[in-house]
């Protein structure tokens, strides 16, 4: 019977003890997060919908707190498409119609949505970290519910490397949980001088 006990007891102390590190946050990835001034990636996006997937690949740059800088390198017919969000305002470039749209951002500026990394991700919000395998590379996972009401972009998962505490997937899934949004970054460098100058779209 005090086997019996026993080992009930261990079971029990052991469970606690791994929930223990599964809720508990990663501290190296939320100091990277919130010391993030700026980086430039190649990103490989996946957009899941109702009728198929879409795939295109995109230039991020980002500058803290409010500037952004998305240009599209693929699909062909799309290539040179740009989106910059700057200082409250936004501009879009079309490369098919050679138009330039532009106006005021009337939300405070925050950019989760589009897949990019910034301070606001996780500052004065809820989140947990576990550890995991994920394409041979151990990583830390991220995970978090995102602000709105859109049912499609209800909750935002990001791995990052363990090694050396990079992004490697962006994820979005809605409010069923299924997968709607996943961004590969490639080649990323961050807290680089970045001028001001590319957050700007010149038409001649």
Known sequence: ???????????????????????????????????????????????????????????????SPDKVRIETLEPEFLKGKVMIFNNGRFEIYHPLINQKYEGDIKVEPTFIHLGIIQTSLIKNKEYTTTYTILDGIETIKLRLKLEG????????????????????????????????????????????????????????
């Open 1 to 63: 019977m005090k086997r019996q006990i026993s080992i009930i007891l261990i079971t029990i102390f052991t469970i606690f003890i791994i929930s223990c590190k599964i809720t508990k946050k990663d501290k190296s990835v939320e100091d990277f997060i919130l010391t993030l001034n700026s980086y430039k990636s190649e990103v490989e996006i996946e957009i899941y919908g109702n009728k198929g997937t879409s795939k295109y690949r995109q230039l991020q740059i980002y500058k």
């Open 149 to 204: 009401d859109n049912i499609y972009k209800n909750e935002a998962v990001v791995y990052f490397t363990k090694k050396d505490i990079r992004p490697l997937y962006f994820e979005i899934y809605d409010n069923s949980g299924t997968l709607r949004y996943r961004a590969k970054f490639i080649n990323f460098e961050c807290n680089k001088d970045i001028k001001d100058d590319v957050f700007t779209i010149g038409l001649n």
